[in-house]
């Protein structure tokens, strides 16, 4: 199973808003929503940002949002902060109900 | 509140074995599937492998790179899961985490495999 693909790096200045793509195939981000995005800071285990696509979990702040169009998901951030320089990953289940990761995006707020 | 805690990893030679446990609490274990998922230093996240629950038949599934070398098991009656690593090689070298494939991560142990 190919890992999903995530830009390496993205950036944006405090205020602003930005969004990390993830595209698969049709077995798994396209076929399914089951998408889901994490956030992991160094040293720390991941955080469910969003879920079945564009579900946050509580707690999660509404500047997080998510939404998918044929094989590709995305993550907007809105209003960026500091604390949101993360990595970030998108999971996708696929049709054998194994999971299957992008490879990072590394959000800089500058 | 929902928790996971992992333990069992250190320093091992490669070619030996490791078994990790992985405790859960504040949710329905015996009613989740769970996955293991590892992490290199520096590196992204890997999908390891899972089991799913007794209705599912405690069915199994896993990254081709630990076939046959790793197996996913557990005890519902302790809320455990388990991650039996045999054959190791230096790249299985990585933080393991389990999670329950959604919102419930643990801590994640640390594995080494260097001679």
């Known amino acids: 199973q190919s890992a999903l693909t995530q830009p390496a790096s993205v950036s944006g200045s405090p205020g602003q808003s930005i969004t990390i793509s993830c595209t698969g195939t049709?077995?798994?981000?396209?076929?399914?929503?089951?998408v889901s995005w994490y956030q992991q800071h160094p040293g720390k285990a991941p955080k469910l940002m969003i879920y079945e696509v564009s579900n946050r979990p509580s707690g999660v702040s509404y500047r997080f949002s998510g939404s998918k169009s044929g094989n590709t998901a995305s993550l907007t951030i809105s209003g960026l902060l500091a604390e949101d320089e993360a990595d970030y990953y998108c999971g996708s289940y696929t049709s054998s109900s194994i999971l299957v990761f992008g490879g990072g995006t590394k959000l800089t707020v500058l | 509140e929902a928790q996971l805690v992992e333990s069992g990893g250190g320093l091992v030679q490669p070619g030996g074995s490791l078994k990790l446990s992985c405790v859960a609490s504040?949710?329905?274990?015996?009613?989740?599937?769970m996955h293991w998922v590892r992490q290199a230093s520096g590196k992204g996240l890997e999908w390891v492998g899972r089991i799913r629950s007794k209705p599912n038949n405690y069915a199994t599934a896993y990254a081709a790179s630990v076939t046959g070398r790793f197996t996913i098991s557990r005890d519902d009656s302790k809320n455990t899961a388990f991650l039996q690593m045999n054959s190791l090689k230096t790249e299985d070298t990585a933080v393991y985490y389990c999670t329950n494939g959604m919102d419930v991560w643990g801590q994640g142990t640390t594995v080494t495999v260097s001679s």
């Open positions: 049709s077995s798994d981000v396209g076929g399914y929503n089951y």
């Open positions: 504040g949710f329905t274990f015996s009613g989740s599937a």
